[in-house]
């Protein structure tokens, strides 16, 4: 399925080994990693098309299915579970309504989904006309082609502190960065700070080592400060570059995800700059052109721009903390059926039972 700017394959947990090893090694064969072509298999040679979601009913009273987000990594063996994917989500309650997990509305269905990499919740409300899942609509998301049906998907507060440091601003490597967590780890920095205009097109970024080198130390610094300990080897925490907006949006970002340069936003790296932006004194708030009647902000990116709802709270300490963060999504089902892994010791996944399509 496309799940918003990013494309994955979708499995019931049954259906894939309940050990995470075996489980991950199977992953990899489906996928064609480590291969930076991933040419034996589905992925599609980019860290945003080389994801998998795990889907099961949840034994969460405040959920309807869990959700488990799987990285697979392009070039390496390696399977990540360190991260939450707002993009693939989208796709989640479709695809629990079509493998029967949640019976659909007659109008439209709203699914809760208990992201299980961190623990947050999300609800997602889609259109399903007598039933079934409708991908077709008027919906349009920067990054991809053409409109769908639109997946509103809502985030309560999540679980953890908002500014994971216990500061609003840090330095590292002689960079001020903000590290703020609103369902991503992600660290803030100006462009300018190092040494590029923040409007350079990913492939250009990539391409700038000195900057690649920058950021790699920081990001682990990062890491280290935000809790989450060595990164080296993790796919979290994100870098965000800001600069000030250029087409009528809050701010300019390129964010690295973390060694390339996604070519939009993820939809929860995006609640984590919204949050930043609101933040008082963070790094980006003088770039940013923020309204403040409206819990809206644009953010702008390589291919278009990203529209979220956010809002902050306090803690009873003072400390920010998020109140609720929405954005639209769409989703597509582009194929159902049966996956045949690299290697032969390994049985294919057994078919999955149809599920209809308009
Ligand atoms: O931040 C890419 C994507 C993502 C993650 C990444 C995402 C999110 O665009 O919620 O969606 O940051 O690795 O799919």
Known sequence: MRGGTSKGAYFLADHLPAEPALRDALLLRIMGSPDERQIDGLGGAHPLTSKV?????SADPQADV???????????????????CGNILAGIGPFAVERGLVEAGQAQTSVRIRMVNTGDYATATFPTPGGR????????ISGVPGTAAPVVIEFPPGAGPLLPT????DEIDGVQVTCVDNGMPTVLIAASSLKVTGYETPAELEANEELTDRLR???????????????SAATVPKLTLLAAP???????????????????????????????????GSVGVELAELTPA?????????????????????????????????????????????????????????????????
């Not at 216990?166 to 601003?169: I, M």
């Not at 130390?217 to 300990?229: K, S």
């Not at 973390?258 to 939009?264: F, I, N, W």
């Open 166 to 169: 216990g500061a609003v601003r």
């Open 133 to 140: 899942v409708r991908y077709t609509g008027d919906a349009e």
């Open 217 to 231: 130390t920081i990001r682990l610094e990062a890491g280290r400060l935000m809790g989450l300990g060595d990164v």
């Open 246 to 280: 250029r087409d009528g949006g809050a701010v300019t970002t390129r964010t690295f995800i973390p060694v390339r340069c996604h070519t939009s936003i993820g939809v929860l790296g995006a609640a984590s700059v919204a949050a930043g932006l609101r933040i008082e």
């Open 53 to 57: 979601a795990v889907v099961s009913p």
């Open 66 to 84: 869990d959700y488990l987000f799987l990285q697979v990594i392009v070039d390496k063996p390696e399977v990540s579970d360190r991260q939450n």
């Open 294 to 358: 409206s819990d809206r902000i644009r953010i702008e990116h390589p291919t278009g721009f990203l529209d979220i709802e956010s809002s902050l709270g306090a803690t009873p300490e003072g400390w920010p903390s998020a109140r609720r963060t929405a954005v639209v999504r769409t989703a597509r089902k582009i194929f159902d059926g049966t996956v045949f892994p690299r290697s032969a010791e390994t049985a294919p996944i057994p078919p999955q039972p149809q599920g209809g399509q308009r």
